[in-house]
Structures are given as C-alpha cells and as structure tokens.
C-alpha cells in the first residue's frame, strides 16, 4: 500500500504538516538498519509532552481519521531546501526556537536531499575539504546536523527531545554518486545488504544510554510504535502493524532487539525474508539495469560467511 505525503516545502520555509497515510504499510518497506545509540546524533528532532488535556505524538504515518481519536495530533515538519537555493538551516532552527518559546512540542523533519546524485556541495562548501565533491557534501551536511544539534542544547531542550540521524536506504548505485557501503554488496533499488542496512543514531539524554552500539535488526516502521510510545501517543488496537516498539531496546532495559526478522520489499515486489543472519532471496536484481531477475530456486546466505552475498549456500548442505 503506498504512501502519500503532502509537501512540506515551500520556498525553503517551514510549513505545517499533517499527514494522512496508511500507517500499516510503507514505500521503504524493506529497509533495516544497525542501532547505535550514542552521542552527538541529528537529523530529525522530536519532542514530546504528556499533559492532562493532550496527547501529542511524533508519527510520521497516520490516519486522517486517527486525529480525533489520539486527541491531538500535531505533526509539524519541514523540509530543508535544496542546495540550488542557497538557504542556510537557520530558518530550521527558527522554527525550534518558536516552538521552545511557546513551550509547545513540535516534530522537525529534515530530509536533505544530499547525497543523492549530483554529489555538489553548496558553494560555502564546494572545495572546503580538499577531498573532492562527496567530502565536502557530508561536511556541509554536518555543519547543518551541528546548528540544529547547538540550537537544541542552546534552548535548555535538550532532555526532553528524541534527536536521530538516520537514512532511507544505502549509497545510490549511480556512477560519481560516490558513498561507501563497507563490505555489503548492492546499492538503492537492490535487496543486498548495502541498500537495507543503513546508520542510526538517536539521543534522549537520561532516557537513551550514551555511547552503545548494537548490530541488531531494527526496521524502520519500528519507528512508529516506538516514538508513540517514547512520548506517551496512543496507537491503532484495531489492526495488526508492521512494526514493534523498541522502546526497551533503545533504552539499555534489554539487550536483544524486538525484532528478529524482516521482509523484504522493493515497492510492491517481494524479493525475499531476512530471520538473525540468514537471508532467502526469490527474486535478484541486475546491478546495472536494475531488471528483475525471477529464479527457479531460492538463493539463501550467511551474512557472517559471506557478507557480499557471493556464494548463495546450497539447500542440501
């Protein structure tokens, strides 16, 4: 079931948003990614109060018709703008400063479009590295995580906001797309490893443990049951979701992942199942014409043995 968001972008501004989606299924369905919960982290900054007249909760998917029965709903967010513009993120922390002035919870979503093909810094960045155009993409990229990063703790907000750094999916397979996907084979638009593991880093002081790290599954609609939880929201009891709540995982109450499992999806195509360190693919994908490629028999891995997937083990072994 596909996903629809209305835009949030207008002349690089802040724009309030609600969102109306499917909250069982989405796009990105089969991203997974390794959690590392430690500090300083950035790219999407939340923040929740429970109060005796509202119950505000920082989903990103919901029902329109969920609004009345969570009794507030309030997703505010905004879309950083694109590097031709020249915008700086200050008008991203003027907006937290708002917010934080009015004592009232707001949700910030900043999905920069770097780096995503073409890899091309803004122009106080092109060259400042001396590392060439990716370099100076991922430092203009921290620079901006940085500000918002400084505005949070400036404003005396910091213990009570959820920070995460995240991505949708591993490096784009174009060629001078650059990026690096360590020993995971694959790109975006692939069921390999380097297209579903990606970083993630969140901060709640005195909430979330700093500085630990864990390379168990978590998927990304994990989210939605987990920062409903972390800020009091209520979720749907009608219907069975996609994800679980990683509360106790993310705050050091246990130590094993929720989540054992995934599947995985390319929009509407199943391509196969991930259980621990074992994946079955029913379907490959041509790295170069991104053609779907059918097979008569599975094609099984251990990511341990062989985590480029190269060697396909054999069912009778």
Known sequence: MPVTRRACLE????ETLRVDSPLTRVSMSGMEFPIHR????????????????????SLTWCRQSEVKRLRSWKCTAARSARRSTGKSPTTRSTFIKRKASAKKPFFAYLPYTQTHEPVDAHPDFKGKTGNGSFADVLAQTDAYVGEILDTIDRL????NTIFIFTSDNGREGIKRSFGFTGPWRGTMFSPYE???????????PGKIPARQV???????VDLFPTLANMVGGEIPKDR???GVDQTAFLTGKAKKSDRESIVIYIG???FGVKWRNWKMLIKEI??????????AYPSIYNLLIDPKEEAPRSLLS
Do not use: C
Not at 11 to 14: A, M, S, V, Y
Not at 194 to 204: C, D
């Open 11 to 14: 002349n690089g501004t802040w």
């Open 38 to 57: 430690i500090e300083p982290s950035g790219r999407t900054a939340i923040a929740g109060r429970k109060g005796p007249t509202r119950i505000w909760s």
């Open 156 to 159: 005396g907000i910091k213990e």
């Open 194 to 204: 380097g297209s579903l593991r990606v970083p993630f880093l969140i901060r709640w």
């Open 214 to 220: 864990s390379n168990d599954i978590v998927h990304l």
């Open 240 to 242: 069975i979701l996609d």
């Open 268 to 270: 509407n195509e199943l």
């Open 286 to 295: 041509d790295e170069d014409s991104y053609a779907i490629q059918k097979m």
